[in-house]
């Protein structure tokens, strides 16, 4: 019967909640496009560098920066700064980057009118993931991504 059964245990509990971590970050980045995958290496070198919170345009300027050193034969694609953007808001509604409440910068007085997804370029944010274990997952076989993307996060 129902009443027979023993309640979970607390380590019970925290294998579960590691095991869904652990599922839903390789599923999520697995799903990433190649776009979303540069932004996220471009974010985890920032947090690397102990650059946080960052916003959008900070995420934007580290991948742009990678781009303008990197060999044109190298990259299979240059992305637009508006594509970025939405790749970005992407991130942030898979749950991969959270906004940082309070932080400098979070959004202009002059925007304040604006929807919260407009509004998603100026706020700062962290991810809410370790960067390492994003960089691994895109320097290992975890990821199908090319190699140019790989050097970027390692």
């Not at 970050?25 to 496009?33: H, R």
């Not at 979303?36 to 995420?59: G, S």
């Not at 992305?79 to 749950?95: I, Q």
């Not at 304040?112 to 076989?141: F, H, N, Q, W």
Request: proline share 4%.
């Amino acid at each position: 019967s129902d009443d027979d059964r023993e309640a979970p245990k607390r380590e019970h509990w925290l294998d579960a909640v590691r095991r869904f971590s652990t599922d839903w970050l390789v599923e999520t980045v697995t799903d990433c496009t190649q776009v979303e995958l540069c932004l996220l290496a471009a974010m985890t070198r920032l947090e690397r560098q102990r650059i946080t919170p960052y916003n959008f345009a900070m995420a934007y300027d580290e991948y742009d920066r990678f781009v303008k050193r990197t060999s044109t034969a190298m990259l299979s694609v240059v992305f637009p700064r508006a594509v970025c953007l939405k790749a970005f808001e992407h991130l942030h509604e898979f749950g991969l980057i959270k906004t940082v409440q309070g932080a400098a910068g979070n959004a202009p007085a002059i925007a304040s009118g604006l929807s919260g997804t407009s509004l998603m370029r100026y706020r700062s944010v962290c991810m809410t993931v370790e960067p390492e274990r994003v960089a691994k997952l895109i320097t290992t076989d975890s990821v199908r991504c090319p190699t140019w993307l790989r050097s970027f996060v390692s």
